[in-house]
């Protein structure tokens, strides 16, 4: 049986979502989107899973939208098919979602996009800066805490974020407010690993589980471990948008 992961209350990242109806605004967030190259999550009503698309042109002037083909190519299939779209992505700490009708087009190279009239509204989710996502029940992460002594705590990464983590460990020594951690490893799927300095900003022991949930702070943290962070809190942000579809 699986274990449930208990919510970290103090690391409380859902913020409240907005619904943007004013058309400038509404314009700029789209183009922001469509700038900085955000892969948009798209579902398609009556069909289930994610599919993926990239937003081509914002155009309020004329009142219009333009959304790339939709992939894997069932996808275009079924968009050609239900004619609308729920779209959902991620920029700098807000999440969008936003539906709309769409026409078909096609490109002089034969490549399909959809046109959609410029939305009516969008739901904007403004998260706080650094936001903790969650990680699924059906993924387990390793997480090692080397102490002075040469003890080795062990345990399993609950939460993540571009400024820490939140952790169960599996021990009865007590971690306190304030604890510098000199290398927490992070060992991710695939056989990728972060190794980090910790502080730790919260400790709760749990005596019948026998376990600490902690939250904690990344430190000096080089740039090519940001990296590797950075690109599985996308991953597990795309999970975390599948995981909504879905419910």
């Known amino acids: 049986m699986t274990e449930k992961r208990e919510p ?19 314009a700029g967030l789209l183009r922001r989107v469509r700038d900085q190259r955000v892969l948009l999550s798209v579902q398609v009503p009556g069909h289930e899973g994610l599919f993926n698309s990239m937003l081509l042109d914002v155009n309020p002037e004329r009142d219009f939208i333009l959304l790339d083909e939709l992939g894997p190519r ?19 700490g807000v999440e969008l979602s936003f539906t709309c009708a769409i026409e078909i087009g096609q ?15 969008i739901n ?22 080397p102490l002075e002594g040469a003890s080795i705590l062990n345990g399993e990464l609950s939460d993540l974020s571009l400024g820490g983590l939140g952790a169960n460990i599996s021990t009865n020594i007590k971690l306190s407010h304030g604890q510098i951690i000199d ?33 904690a702070a990344f430190r000096h943290l080089q740039p090519q471990q940001e990296q590797t962070l950075r690109k599985f809190v ?9 995981r909504k579809a879905r419910s």
């Open 124 to 145: 904007y989710l403004q998260r706080r800066i650094n936001f903790r996502v969650r990680v699924g029940l059906n993924l387990t992460v390793p997480v090692h805490l």
């Open 74 to 92: 069932s996808g275009h299939e079924f968009a050609c098919q239900a004619r609308q779209l729920r779209v959902r992505c991620q920029c700098q």
């Open 8 to 26: 970290d209350r103090s690391t409380d990242y859902q913020g409240k979502t907005e619904r943007i109806t004013h058309p400038p605004q509404i």
């Open 107 to 121: 490109s002089q190279r034969g490549i399909s996009f959809y046109r959609a009239p410029l939305p009516e509204a």
């Open 234 to 242: 996308a991953q597990l942000e795309r999970e975390m948008l599948r």
């Open 183 to 215: 290398t927490c490893s992070i060992h991710l799927p695939k056989g990728e690993s972060i190794q980090a300095e910790l502080e730790i900003r919260f400790a709760r022991h749990d005596a019948q589980r026998q376990v600490q949930h902690i939250g």
